[in-house]
C-alpha cells in the first residue's frame, strides 16, 4: 500500500501487460484497477476491490490489512471494480457492502451475494469511521446506472470510479498523475471510448464535482489527481457543446477508388483551414478515432461495397461512431460501388443516434467521374460553411 493522506492508501494493481479492454478498446498504456484502504479511528473501510486476474496482488498490495475490513464500499458493479469483492467478504464476514440500490442489485445477480449483506445509501447519506466520514453522492450513467462518488469529508478526497479516469500505467510506480501531455490524451482516449455516449451526464456530474471542490480526486483506473483542475479543465473542453472546426473521416477502401476521394476531401478541406483527420479502419487504432471524434464537428464515412452492402469494416466504423455518439453537427457519406447495392441507406440505418444535418452524400460506380470529383470539392466547401456558421472553435 502507497500513502495518500492521513491513513488513505492506494492498493490498487497495475496491469502493465493488459492491451484489449472490453475486448474492444486498444490498450496502449495497459490500465490499473484502482482500489483505496481508508483507516478511521474506530472503523476501517475498502472503496472497490480488483478484477479477477489480479485478485492475489491485489489481496498482497493490502499488506495484512485485508482482514480488518468493516465496509466494503462499491461505487460501482462493473468486474474490473467488483470480483475481488466475494473473497474480501469471505475474509471478512462481517463487514458491510455499502453501496446503492442499482448496484446492489447487479452484485447480487453476478455474485448472488446475500441481501443482508448490504448497507443501501442514498444521495447524501454518511457513514462514520470514527474521526473520518465518508459522505455518497449517487451520479449514475458515468457510465453505468449504478455510479455514485464516495467523499472523504475530513480530508477532501473525492473518489470518483470509472468518472475523470485514465488508462495508463507508470513502470515507476508513481499512483499520481503526471501533468503531461502523453497523460492527457490517455485521459481523451479513455473519456472517448468510455464516457462520451453520456457527454450531458459527464456535464452535469462535472459541476457536482466543482461543487465538492476536493483537494484530490481518485479515480478507479489511472493516476491520482493532486491537482483536480488539471482533468477537470480538460473535461470542460471535452463536453463543450460547440465542437472544433474538425472533420473526421473513418473509411475502408478496397480498391483505392474510395480512398482517392477521401484524399481529395482532405486536400480541399485543408485549403478551406479546417482540420480533418483520416482513418483507414482496415489498419489504424479505433482509440486514435474515438479521440478525434471527440470535439469533431463532422463525420464523413468513406465505404466500399461488398455483396451489395457496406464493407463489414465500414460498417464497424458506422457502429461505433453512432454507439459513441460524439458532438459532431454535420454528416456526409463517399462510397464507390461495382455494381449495385445499398450503400447509402445501411449506413443511414446504423446513425440513428447521431443527431446531425446530413450533407451531400457522394456515391459513384467505379473510379470517380469529373462531376463526382467536382460534388467533392463543393461538399469541403460547405462543410467549411457550416463550421462557420454554428461558430466551430
Same mark, same amino acid.
Not at 262 to 269: G, Q, Y
Not at 273 to 282: G, S
Not at 346 to 372: P, S
Given at each position: 500500500?502507497k500513502? %495518500?493522506?492521513?491513513? +488513505?492508501?492506494?492498493?490498487? +494493481?497495475a496491469?502493465?501487460?493488459?492491451?484489449?479492454?472490453?475486448q474492444?478498446?486498444?490498450l496502449?498504456?495497459?490500465?490499473?484497477?484502482?482500489?483505496?484502504?481508508?483507516?478511521?479511528?474506530?472503523?476501517r473501510?475498502? %472503496?472497490?476491490?480488483s478484477? /479477477?486476474?489480479?485478485?492475489?496482488?491485489?489481496?498482497?498490495k493490502?499488506?495484512?490489512?485485508?482482514?480488518?475490513?468493516?465496509?466494503v464500499?462499491?461505487?460501482?458493479?462493473?468486474?474490473?471494480?467488483?470480483?475481488?469483492?466475494?473473497?474480501?467478504?469471505?475474509?471478512?464476514?462481517?463487514?458491510?457492502v455499502v453501496?446503492?440500490?442499482?448496484c446492489?442489485?447487479?452484485?447480487?445477480?453476478?455474485y448472488?451475494?446475500? @441481501?443482508?449483506k448490504?448497507?443501501?445509501?442514498?444521495?447524501?447519506d454518511?457513514?462514520?469511521?470514527?474521526?473520518?466520514?465518508?459522505?455518497f453522492h449517487?451520479?449514475?450513467w458515468?457510465?453505468?446506472?449504478?455510479?455514485?462518488?464516495?467523499h472523504l469529508?475530513?480530508?477532501?478526497?473525492?473518489?470518483?470510479?470509472?468518472?475523470?479516469?485514465?488508462?495508463?500505467?507508470?513502470?515507476?510506480? !508513481?499512483?499520481?498523475?503526471?501533468?503531461? @501531455?502523453?497523460?492527457?490524451?490517455?485521459?481523451k482516449?479513455?473519456?472517448?471510448?468510455?464516457?462520451?455516449?453520456?457527454?450531458?451526464?459527464?456535464?452535469?456530474?462535472?459541476?457536482?464535482v466543482?461543487q &465538492?471542490?476536493?483537494?484530490? %480526486?481518485?479515480?478507479?483506473?489511472?493516476?491520482?489527481?493532486?491537482?483536480?483542475?488539471?482533468?477537470?479543465?480538460?473535461? @470542460?473542453?471535452?463536453?463543450?457543446?460547440t465542437?472544433k472546426?474538425? +472533420?473526421?473521416?473513418?473509411?475502408?477502401?478496397?480498391?483505392?477508388?474510395?480512398?482517392?476521394?477521401?484524399?481529395?476531401?482532405?486536400?480541399?478541406?485543408?485549403?478551406?483551414n479546417?482540420?480533418?483527420?483520416?482513418?483507414?479502419?482496415i489498419?489504424?487504432?479505433?482509440?486514435?478515432?474515438?479521440v478525434?471524434?471527440?470535439?469533431?464537428a463532422?463525420?464523413?464515412?468513406?465505404?466500399?461495397?461488398?455483396l451489395a452492402?457496406?464493407?463489414?469494416?465500414?460498417?464497424?466504423?458506422?457502429y461505433?461512431?453512432?454507439a459513441?455518439?460524439? !458532438? +459532431?453537427?454535420?454528416?456526409?457519406?463517399?462510397? /464507390?460501388?461495382?455494381w449495385?447495392?445499398?450503400?447509402?441507406?445501411?449506413i443511414?440505418?446504423n446513425?440513428?443516434l447521431?443527431?446531425?444535418e446530413?450533407?451531400d452524400?457522394?456515391t459513384?460506380?467505379?473510379?470517380?467521374?469529373?462531376e463526382?470529383?467536382?460534388?467533392v470539392?463543393?461538399?469541403a466547401?460547405?462543410?467549411?460553411?457550416?463550421h462557420?456558421? &454554428?461558430?466551430?472553435?
Amino acid at each position: 500500500m502507497k500513502l %495518500i493522506k492521513d491513513n +488513505v492508501y492506494y492498493c490498487g +494493481v497495475a496491469d502493465f501487460g493488459r492491451r484489449i479492454f472490453d475486448q474492444l478498446i486498444p490498450l496502449p498504456n495497459g490500465t490499473t484497477y484502482n482500489s483505496y484502504y481508508i483507516e478511521g479511528s474506530q472503523k476501517r473501510a475498502l %472503496i472497490d476491490t480488483s478484477y /479477477s486476474k489480479t485478485i492475489k496482488e491485489f489481496l498482497d498490495k493490502l499488506n495484512g490489512k485485508g482482514e480488518f475490513i468493516d465496509y466494503v464500499i462499491a461505487n460501482h458493479a462493473e468486474g474490473d471494480h467488483s470480483e475481488a469483492l466475494v473473497k474480501v467478504l469471505q475474509m471478512n464476514p462481517n463487514a458491510k457492502v455499502v453501496t446503492n440500490k442499482k448496484c446492489s442489485e447487479l452484485l447480487v445477480d453476478q455474485y448472488g451475494i446475500p @441481501q443482508e449483506k448490504f448497507h443501501i445509501v442514498n444521495e447524501g447519506d454518511e457513514i462514520s469511521l470514527g474521526n473520518k466520514t465518508l459522505r455518497f453522492h449517487l451520479t449514475p450513467w458515468v457510465h453505468w446506472p449504478d455510479t455514485m462518488f464516495t467523499h472523504l469529508v475530513e480530508d477532501n478526497i473525492l473518489f470518483t470510479c470509472d468518472y475523470l479516469g485514465a488508462h495508463i500505467t507508470y513502470e515507476h510506480g !508513481n499512483i499520481f498523475a503526471e501533468e503531461t @501531455q502523453e497523460y492527457l490524451l490517455s485521459a481523451k482516449r479513455y473519456y472517448a471510448e468510455i464516457m462520451m455516449p453520456f457527454r450531458p451526464h459527464c456535464k452535469k456530474y462535472l459541476e457536482k464535482v466543482r461543487q &465538492i471542490n476536493p483537494s484530490i %480526486i481518485c479515480p478507479s483506473h489511472g493516476g491520482i489527481y493532486k491537482n483536480p483542475d488539471f482533468i477537470l479543465d480538460a473535461y @470542460q473542453e471535452w463536453t463543450c457543446d460547440t465542437p472544433k472546426n474538425k +472533420v473526421v473521416i473513418p473509411y475502408v477502401s478496397m480498391y483505392q477508388n474510395t480512398e482517392r476521394m477521401v484524399d481529395r476531401l482532405v486536400e480541399k478541406l485543408r485549403e478551406e483551414n479546417v482540420e480533418v483527420h483520416k482513418f483507414d479502419l482496415i489498419s489504424d487504432d479505433i482509440g486514435d478515432l474515438a479521440v478525434e471524434l471527440v470535439d469533431a464537428a463532422t463525420v464523413v464515412f468513406g465505404a466500399s461495397m461488398v455483396l451489395a452492402m457496406p464493407h463489414p469494416y465500414a460498417f464497424f466504423g458506422v457502429y461505433l461512431t453512432n454507439a459513441l455518439r460524439p !458532438n +459532431v453537427k454535420f454528416m456526409s457519406i463517399i462510397g /464507390s460501388y461495382g455494381w449495385g447495392g445499398n450503400l447509402v441507406g445501411k449506413i443511414e440505418e446504423n446513425t440513428n443516434l447521431l443527431q446531425v444535418e446530413k450533407l451531400d452524400y457522394i456515391t459513384f460506380k467505379g473510379r470517380a467521374k469529373e462531376e463526382d470529383i467536382e460534388r467533392v470539392d463543393a461538399l469541403a466547401h460547405t462543410i467549411a460553411k457550416k463550421h462557420k456558421e &454554428i461558430g466551430a472553435r
